[in-house]
């Protein structure tokens, strides 16, 4: 009898806690409309950049590709016509593909490039309805050469959706020569961190 | 008044009552799924509509295009016909439920002077519909869920109907507007605390939701009773279960909770008013014990039925009855 009597307190405590419950602040976030900030290194979709004269950096030597740990990347290089240059360099990619479906996304691309020119951005929602629109063209990833003049690409007009990081601003050309340039990395981290906070 | 005849006084007051109970079956479905939803800390739905309240308009927009399968091995007359009973059944109920003071009639259909054995039966032969739904879907799970259905609400109508009888000896009346009028004074769930608290419980168990819903648990029997049944079939079973639902929290409120009679001599706000909201409260505390009680074991809620809440119920007419003949 008494065993049965704690039963029904242990179902009132149970009732107690599902009530209590209901005033709890939800942790929903309610994706669409409202966007969670992501992780301040956040891998998300790439990007081809530029320098600030809008010569495009990849200069087609397929070190990304060889790199790539899910062979996600495709890149056909070609010389430089000395008249019409892409890129600074000797060669530039024709073709550069990402199959974004393959990717996994760990940024190894982004650390073999010798012009840091593939970047993994923290933009991530690409979902479509057809395969193939998941392979991703230098037409999509390439910045378009009027963002890459002295303007960051994030701050392209109407800014892409969902995009929260900034990307610093792009050196000129000539400041590859001095070496690798980590700045726009902390630029992100602080507008991100930034951002956190005000979670 | 005497210028329109009867029959078309009780067809428009069917007409709107079949409207609000529907309406409150749909927005109770909402309110279900939010109060669920709040309580496991989710919003709820909230898409449909601005705070989700056009939700109940796509889920009914769905079920009713999606196709109506009948299966092969099925009894397809009855498989057709089972939906319509529970449904017939759950709706004919509020023929006899008045939800005002009804001595002019104005706030039921009906006022019937036998009104609680009425419901007693109709809501009886509610369990044909589960019974044969799952019987003639020809499939083992749904034959499962209704054999259950039938075993379980048996046992517990017993209890249910014993703990009617101490209200009707406080009340000295059958009628529901008598039951209501004799509880102005004192609300029967005090004198009538235990047969209060088993009416609760059977009247879960009676309309099979969780922690008694073993007719349609999905751990074991996949949907229950109504596994086979899909589109607006299936919609008709759940419209059934919600109308139960509201049905149980009628009769809790006009039997043991004062009907229309207003708490602490609040006798401003119509009488209406206090029943609708006495009803959400049941309603709520259903939604309540969901989201908070796990499923009972088959064996364990028929030894409850029959060990404990039948001889409870009886000890407690016993005792009613004897202190109210030596009163």
């Known amino acids: 009898m008494r065993k049965h009597l704690f039963n029904v307190g242990a179902i009132l405590r149970g009732l107690s806690i599902t009530f209590g419950y209901m005033f709890r602040k939800r942790p929903t976030i309610e994706y669409p409309s409202v966007k969670k900030q992501h992780a301040p290194r956040f891998h998300g979709l790439h990007e081809l950049r530029r320098y600030e004269d809008a010569k495009e950096r990849c200069i087609g030597c397929e070190l990304c590709s060889s790199a790539c740990p899910a062979n996600a990347i495709t890149v056909i290089g070609a010389e430089n016509a000395p008249d019409a240059r892409i890129s600074p360099g000797e060669r530039y990619a024709a073709r550069y593909e990402i199959d974004e479906l393959r990717c996994i996304f760990c940024g190894m691309c982004e650390e073999a490039c010798p012009t840091d020119a593939i970047v993994l951005t923290p933009r991530f929602e690409m979902s479509d309805y057809r395969r193939g629109s998941f392979i991703y063209g230098k037409d999509r990833l390439l910045v378009p050469p009027d963002a890459g003049r002295g303007q960051a690409p994030d701050d392209r007009p109407g800014g892409i959706p969902g995009d929260l990081g900034r990307v610093a601003k792009i050196k ?5 020569a001095e070496g690798y340039d980590a ?8 507008t991100q961190r930034k951002g956190l906070g005000s979670l | 008044m005497n210028a329109i005849p009867l029959w078309l006084v009780v067809l428009i007051k069917s007409g709107i009552l079949l409207f609000v109970v529907i309406t409150t079956f749909a927005y109770a ?14 919003p709820g739905p909230n898409r449909v509509g601005p705070w989700g309240l056009m939700q109940p308009a796509a889920d009914a927009a769905k079920l009713m295009l ?3 399968l009948t299966p092969k091995s099925a009894d397809p007359l009855i498989y057709r016909l089972a939906p319509f009973i529970s449904l017939l059944t759950a709706f004919s109920v509020y023929a006899v439920v008045p939800f005002g003071a009804s001595s002019s009639g104005t706030w039921a259909i009906g006022n019937v002077n036998a009104g609680i054995l009425l419901i007693l039966a109709i809501t009886s032969i509610g369990v044909y519909g589960v019974s044969l739904g799952g019987w003639a879907s020809g499939s083992k799970y749904p034959l499962l869920g209704s054999v259950r259905a039938t075993a379980q609400m048996i046992s517990y109508e017993l209890a249910m109907a014993l703990s009617f009888i101490g209200v009707l000896i406080l009340a000295g009346t059958t009628s529901l507007d008598g039951i ?11 004198p009538q605390f235990v047969g209060c608290v088993i009416y609760i419980i059977t009247a879960v168990a009676e309309t099979n939701r969780t922690p008694f819903d073993l007719v349609e648990a999905e751990t074991e029997l996949v949907a229950g009773f109504h596994t086979e049944y899909s589109g607006l079939r299936f919609g008709l079973f759940f419209i059934a279960e919600y109308v139960n639902m509201l049905t149980v929290s009628c009769i809790a409120t006009l039997l043991f909770f004062g009907g229309w009679n207003a708490p602490l ?17 049941f309603m709520f505390f259903y939604m309540w014990l969901r989201a908070t009680l796990p499923r009972l074991r088959y064996d364990r809620l028929m030894a409850f039925g029959w060990k404990v809440l039948l001889p409870v119920a009886t000890l407690n007419l016993v005792v009613t009855a004897t202190v109210v003949a030596l009163r």
């Open chain 1, 172 to 176: 000129s050309t000539t400041d590859v």
């Open chain 1, 183 to 190: 700045t726009w990395r902390g630029g992100i981290l602080k």
């Open chain 2, 29 to 42: 479905m909402l309110a279900e799924r939010k109060v669920l939803g709040w309580m496991q800390l989710r």
């Open chain 2, 66 to 68: 999606k196709e109506d």
């Open chain 2, 180 to 190: 209501v009028n004799a509880q102005t004074r004192w609300w029967f769930f005090v």
């Open chain 2, 265 to 281: 001599g609040l006798t401003m706000v119509p009488g209406v008013i206090w029943f609708v909201l006495k009803v959400g409260c």
